[in-house]
């Protein structure tokens, strides 16, 4: 079985600038979450898809963050404009029932 | 809101002993209690979980037990080895509307030198 995916695994952008990140879960795992974890704290939630509903957004941190889930399958979390506090390490993670999976994570340096 | 804590923040020992890694939490009331393994640039390998009426689960050389009453999880190693180098993490999940929401602490970095 496949696990969890993202990508990019590191994106470095300009201030100001758009970015996307991307998310495959686990075949056949409705729940999908994004985390973050910025330098020197901990990881922290950001959302909760259900199939394509958002279950629980109240991690986001601000309007510039967009995240969707299309079909229920992969997620994009989409960054617009990118500020110098959205760098950090974004973590993916999906669920079948209690136990979370998670990816790689994708490292965003935003300069 | 749920604040994690563990400590220590970092521990190093010589390979073959047995370790203790703390947990705690400020809110009883979780759904569970999941220990994550995160090695240097890679993501969260999950190592137990715990739901909120066990006790304790165990894996191989990893036992974890939970008191939710006082808010507290360990992470027992058994015999540590190299291989176990690695920072560990503990994180609970809410109830209710936050179900499925982890909240996590800082992570105890492990090292285990031969």
């Known amino acids: 079985e496949a696990g969890v995916t993202q990508f990019p695994s590191h994106s470095v952008i300009e201030k100001g600038q758009t970015v996307t990140l991307r998310c495959d879960p686990i075949?056949?795992?409705?729940?999908l979450y994004w985390y973050r974890r910025v330098m020197g704290k901990e990881i922290k939630f950001l959302l909760h898809f259900v199939k394509e509903s958002k279950q629980d957004e109240s991690g986001m941190p601000n309007n510039r963050f967009l995240a969707e889930r299309t079909g229920g399958t992969y997620s994009t979390l989409k960054v617009q404009p990118a500020e110098l506090e959205d760098s950090g390490v974004y973590f993916c993670?999906?669920?079948?029932?209690?136990?979370?999976?998670f990816g790689p994570g994708t490292r965003l340096t935003v300069t | 809101k749920q604040e994690v804590t563990q400590i220590p923040a970092a521990l190093s020992v010589p390979e073959g002993e047995n370790l203790v890694l703390n947990c705690s939490f400020t809110d009883s009331a979780i759904y569970n209690l999941q220990w994550f393994r995160q090695d240097p640039g890679k993501g969260l390998t999950s190592l137990l979980l715990?739901?909120?009426?066990?006790r304790e689960q165990t894996s191989g050389r990893l036992n974890a037990s939970l008191d939710k009453s006082s808010g507290r999880s360990t992470l027992y190693i058994a015999a540590s080895q190299p291989g176990d180098s690695a920072t560990y993490l503990c994180?609970?999940?809410?109830?209710?509307?936050?179900?499925?929401?982890?909240?996590f602490g800082r992570g105890t970095q492990l090292t285990v030198w031969p």
């Open positions: 994180a609970v999940a809410g109830r209710g509307s936050t179900l499925g929401r982890l909240y």
């Open positions: 715990i739901q909120s009426s066990q």
């Open positions: 075949s056949g795992h409705d729940n």
């Open positions: 993670a999906s669920s079948r029932q209690y136990e979370q999976y």
